[in-house]
């Protein structure tokens, strides 16, 4: 798998870190931060860059995620989704990343040096990196839908109305 890293000064070493685990893993890693660590560094530009690397991945039917690592992680998950077709979410339980993975398709996880550990932040990777998403019509029309109103402001293509809807909705992490 293709990884599109990155990470402003507060993630910088983590980054790093994560970088050669997931080298040593097989992994080809393309780095999107600066070269050496840099206390003006912010996250936005980073965040930035591997949002439009992993799309460009996509677009190009690669085997491709992104992984940004930053102090708290919110700033970075708006930044990276502000590039059209962003699918960024926070790194924040376990569960929440594989339903993240599974029911979202998110393709850029952020991982929040504030809290977890380099251990707990590569936990979360790699249950990022494992889990598939999901592909029900419900899943696959959300991320249509959501797409359509970003790129159109309207939600008309493939309305709700046309398909079931689950009596429940049952998260993988309950019984």
């Known amino acids: 798998m293709k990884i599109h890293i990155g990470a402003d000064w507060h993630g910088y070493e983590r980054a790093r870190s994560l970088q050669q685990w997931l080298v040593s893993l097989g992994h080809e890693v393309v780095w999107h931060a600066a070269?050496?660590?840099?206390?003006?560094?912010?996250?936005?530009l980073w965040s930035?860059?591997?949002?439009?690397?992993?799309?460009?991945?996509?677009?190009?039917?690669?085997d491709v995620k992104g992984i940004i690592v930053g102090v708290d992680g919110n700033g970075e998950?708006?930044?990276?989704?502000?590039?059209?077709?962003?699918?960024?979410?926070?790194?924040y339980s376990?569960?929440?990343?594989?339903?993240?993975?599974?029911?979202?398709?998110?393709?850029?996880?952020?991982v929040p040096t504030a809290?977890?550990?380099?251990?707990?932040?590569?936990?979360?990777v790699s249950a990022f990196l494992e889990t598939s998403f999901d592909y029900t019509v419900d899943n696959a029309r959300r991320i249509v839908n959501t797409n359509e109103y970003e790129n159109s402001k309207t939600i008309e293509g493939w309305a709700a109305?046309?398909?079931?809807?689950?009596?429940?909705?049952?998260?993988?992490?309950?019984?």
Do not use: M, W
């Open 35 to 44: 070269e050496q660590f840099d206390q003006g560094d912010d996250y936005v």
């Open 48 to 62: 930035v860059r591997v949002g439009e690397a992993v799309l460009t991945g996509e677009d190009n039917a690669e």
């Open 77 to 91: 998950v708006i930044a990276a989704n502000k590039v059209n077709g962003g699918r960024a979410i926070g790194a």
């Open 94 to 110: 376990l569960p929440q990343v594989v339903e993240g993975r599974r029911c979202n398709n998110a393709s850029v996880l952020v």
């Open 115 to 124: 809290f977890c550990t380099d251990e707990e932040g590569r936990s979360l």
């Open 161 to 175: 109305a046309d398909f079931p809807k689950p009596d429940e909705y049952h998260p993988a992490t309950s019984n």
